[in-house]
């Protein structure tokens, strides 16, 4: 098998292991000397000259055509790694020194490999390789930096002679193990070994010489050697992504299945590749990668909630409005926030300017797709258990309500036909209606609890999770971002994505001053609401009527009422102490002598509450004789008939003469 080192060359590190690091201060480091060397080198005259000649990605795309480019990585290198390990090559191995070269050995092999490799390749690419080397005055350490950036720019002819001879002027343990790299990447392991080998003599302990030697070894199908290799490697690191990676390959072509899955699972946990998570999701049926791969990118944390505190979830109706006011809060807050990232989504989406992708773009990009693949099933499965759940949860609440309502209808006309035959008196119905109240509120309180855990539940499931993935994909988005705009658009977009899950955290519920059982107003020992101020009446300060035209006006300590017409009857009605209003239109007829009113109407109301939202209609029936002038004491008597309140017998002073 030959397997693609993803090495970057610039400071001897694999990519995979750049997302593996255990603090991202120690990638920063790396990074840091990286980029202070390069722009060393662009501030020689000679070397920026040099680095605007080279050919970048696109260019060599459009001079040589992607078939060309193609055809030329082919000639160099075998290919992208493949779980199909190769044949043992017995001439190449047996061709190998038999000891670790000496100095001037190594320098004469790598004389003869360089000169070896003038005659093979392509003229114009030795040429280009030669005037670079002119250009850099023979400089070994900056030929063997513009090599690994010629690999990287797609240029293998000249990576390899630029390096080769760099190593056979100066033959430094990094630059040949860099050499030895992109001789592996080539196809040449056989001529990687004996560089590879002399590195390490120097440097027994060194996990990237340790994992090349072990992939050289595997290129020439020699796998008991290369395992040799890969253990000292693994030993030193445990889940080196790519040397537990070939020995997952090399477990699964001797049939251990299980050390394959093992070896997978150290290397993914190590480093994502796209080949080694496609061959671990291949042999084995349940592989779930997210906690392989969690936290494993970042251990920066970009998200702070910076204050930002969830509402509490309403778990009874006595809580409602406090827990509807924080959640408005919560709501604006979470909209407000939305609103400003969506506008740094419009104000920088589609801008190309200065466009460049990174040379981690594309290993970072594989791991976008992948970590959103995985938190997406994720994401699934949890919220399709947590609206399922909340699907049985209404269905079951809607169950008891409509038995708790039959059997109120029930007890209710049964209770009704013994008043109307008088043999039990009217009050009764109205503490079936207070006690159809209370058990109503019960209901919903059980059910809003049940809710509340449920959301608990989803919140608990979820709430890290989509942490971990926003800052992940925010340290991606950093590697992936063609330019500034593209980067902040990217983080932007994210935010938004954080910031509609915690809104689903919230149960958003209803304004319930429109909707809050009042129980109270049906409690047959409270007639009035407890928090009103109580005035007897003979001793009201305010106690005024006014008849006029045909109609008249009262007004005291507990309401206001308006009543006008004669025949056809408009009355309005406000109650001070619950702060409800009444309308209603009817029939009526009175008999007037001096000082002395008696009447009786017959109408259809309609009740409002204290925010002017209908509550009750149904039919009034009253009879009341009155002294014109005088709104008390009130002689009359009646009933009503609501949709919610349900029948009301009103006897007042008039229930002697009723007896």
Known sequence: MKKILLILFLFNVSISNLFAQPTKAEIDKMMKEAKAEIDKMKK??????????????????????????QAELKKMSPGIASTKLPAKNDR???????????????ITFLTILHTDLQKRLPVDKVKSAQTIISKLNKNAAQIALVGAIAWYKKAPSEAALLL????????DDNTLNNCGAILNLCGLEEKAIPLLKYALANQPTNTTLLNNIGQAYTGLGATDTAMYYFMGCIKQNSSHPDACATVAYIEYEKGNIEKAQQYAEQSLKGGYSSSIAKFYRRIKKDAKLFSLLKNR???KKYFDFNGLTFPPIRRNWEQSEEVYAKQQLFIKKIDGLRKQFSLVVNNTTGDTANWKYGPLYTVAQELV????????????????DYVNKKIQYGDDHFKEAQALARKFHTQFEEYSALVRADKIKPDVLKRILHQNCLDGVALDNKYFEIQANLIDKYKNAMLEKEIVFYNNMIFLSRLTAGNENDFKSKCAHYSIRLLDAFKSYVDEINDPSHNHPNCTRLDPAKSENSSSPVFDQAKCPINIEAPFGFGKMKLNC??????????????????????????????GVASNIPYIE????????????KHNQPIDAGVLWETEFDVKGLATPEIKTGFTIGINSGYNFQPGVLQGILN
């Open 164 to 171: 080769t001879y760099a190593a056979s002027q100066f033959p």
């Open 369 to 384: 797709s992948e970590l959103s693949t995985i938190y997406t099933k994720q994401w699934k499965i949890i919220h399709t």
């Open 297 to 299: 990118l970042s251990e």
């Open 598 to 609: 008696f009447g009786a109407k017959e109408q259809f109301f309609i009740k409002f509450d």
């Open 558 to 587: 507990s309401r206001f009422e308006f009543e006008v017409g004669e025949g056809i009857i408009l009355t309005y009605e406000k109650n001070f102490g619950n702060r409800e209003s009444t309308i209603a239109v009817g029939i």
């Open 92 to 106: 190449l191995i047996n061709a190998l020194p038999k000891q670790v070269l000496s100095r001037q050995q190594l």
């Open 44 to 69: 020689d005259p000679e070397m920026k000259e040099l680095m605007k000649d080279m050919p970048d990605m696109d260019s060599m795309m459009k001079i040589m055509g992607r078939k060309e480019v």
